[in-house]
C-alpha cells in the first residue's frame, strides 16, 4: 500500500496549500489569480508572518490566563492569604475567580485560529482586558488602609492585565490586513 494513502504528489501539495492557507505557486501555470499571486507573494508572506505572530501573541495571554485559572481551581488554598479571605467560604472564592478567568477565556480559541476574520471579538477581547484594569485599579483606588497583601494582589493583577492588553493590542494590530490596492 502506498504510504501517502494514494495521494499524488499534486494531491499533497494541493493538500498543503489548503492547510497553509496559500495559493498556487509561480511554478502553476495559467490564471490571472495565479500571476497576481506571485506579483503578491512577498506582500501574501508578510501576511501569514504576521497572522502566525499574532496567534503565538494570543496563545500567550490566553495559556498564561487558564494557568492561573488551574492554579486558582485546584490550589485555592494558596491564596487565601494573598485575598484575606479564611475557610471554605474562602476557597469557593478563589475557585470562582478561576471559574471567571475561564470565561472570559472562552472568546480566545476562535480568535487563536482567525485573528484576522474576527476583528469585532477582538475589539470584545480588547475591551474586556480595559474593563478588568479599570475595575481592579477601582477596587485598588477605594480600598482603605491597612488591607496591604490585597493591595498587593490587585497591584499584580493590574500588572498582568495590562501586560496582557498591550500583548492583545500589538496582536490587534499585526492581525489587521491592509486592504487590496486595485489597479
Same mark, same amino acid.
Given at each position: 500500500?502506498?504510504?501517502?494513502?494514494?495521494?499524488?504528489?499534486?494531491?499533497?501539495?494541493?493538500?498543503?496549500?489548503?492547510?497553509?492557507?496559500?495559493?498556487?505557486?509561480?511554478?502553476?501555470?495559467?490564471?490571472?489569480?495565479?500571476?497576481?499571486?506571485?506579483?503578491?507573494?512577498?506582500?501574501?508572506?508578510?501576511t501569514r508572518v504576521r @497572522?502566525?505572530?499574532?496567534?503565538? !501573541? =494570543?496563545? *500567550?495571554?490566553? %495559556?498564561?490566563?487558564?494557568?492561573?485559572?488551574? +492554579?486558582?481551581?485546584?490550589?485555592?488554598?494558596?491564596?487565601?492569604?494573598?485575598?484575606?479571605?479564611?475557610?471554605?467560604?474562602?476557597?469557593?472564592?478563589?475557585?470562582?475567580?478561576?471559574?471567571?478567568?475561564?470565561?472570559?477565556?472562552?472568546?480566545?480559541?476562535?480568535?487563536?485560529?482567525?485573528?484576522?476574520?474576527?476583528?469585532?471579538?477582538?475589539?470584545?477581547?480588547?475591551?474586556?482586558?480595559?474593563?478588568?484594569? @479599570?475595575?481592579?485599579?477601582?477596587? !485598588? =483606588?477605594? *480600598?482603605?488602609? %491597612?488591607?496591604?497583601?490585597?493591595?498587593?494582589? +490587585?497591584?499584580?493583577?493590574?500588572?498582568?492585565?495590562?501586560?496582557?492588553?498591550?500583548?492583545?493590542?500589538?496582536?490587534?494590530?499585526?492581525?489587521?490586513?491592509?486592504?487590496?490596492?486595485?489597479?
Amino acid at each position: 500500500m502506498n504510504p501517502t494513502g494514494g495521494l499524488s504528489h499534486g494531491a499533497r501539495h494541493a493538500i498543503c496549500r489548503i492547510l497553509w492557507q496559500e495559493l498556487p505557486s509561480q511554478e502553476d501555470t495559467g490564471s490571472i489569480e495565479q500571476q497576481e499571486y506571485s506579483r503578491n507573494s512577498d506582500t501574501t508572506m508578510k501576511t501569514r508572518v504576521r @497572522i502566525w505572530t499574532t496567534r503565538l !501573541l =494570543l496563545l *500567550l495571554v490566553f %495559556g498564561a490566563n487558564v494557568y492561573c485559572a488551574g +492554579l486558582f481551581l485546584l490550589f485555592p488554598e494558596n491564596y487565601l492569604s494573598a485575598y484575606e479571605l479564611t475557610g471554605a467560604g474562602g476557597r469557593a472564592a478563589i475557585q470562582g475567580i478561576g471559574v471567571a478567568f475561564l470565561m472570559w477565556n472562552t472568546t480566545y480559541p476562535l480568535l487563536i485560529v482567525h485573528p484576522d476574520r474576527y476583528r469585532a471579538l477582538f475589539l470584545i477581547v480588547l475591551i474586556q482586558q480595559a474593563v478588568g484594569i @479599570i475595575g481592579e485599579s477601582c477596587i !485598588l =483606588l477605594t *480600598l482603605p488602609d %491597612g488591607y496591604e497583601a490585597l493591595a498587593e494582589s +490587585l497591584t499584580r493583577f493590574i500588572v498582568f492585565d495590562t501586560g496582557g492588553l498591550v500583548v492583545l493590542l500589538l496582536g490587534f494590530f499585526l492581525s489587521r490586513i491592509p486592504e487590496k490596492s486595485t489597479r
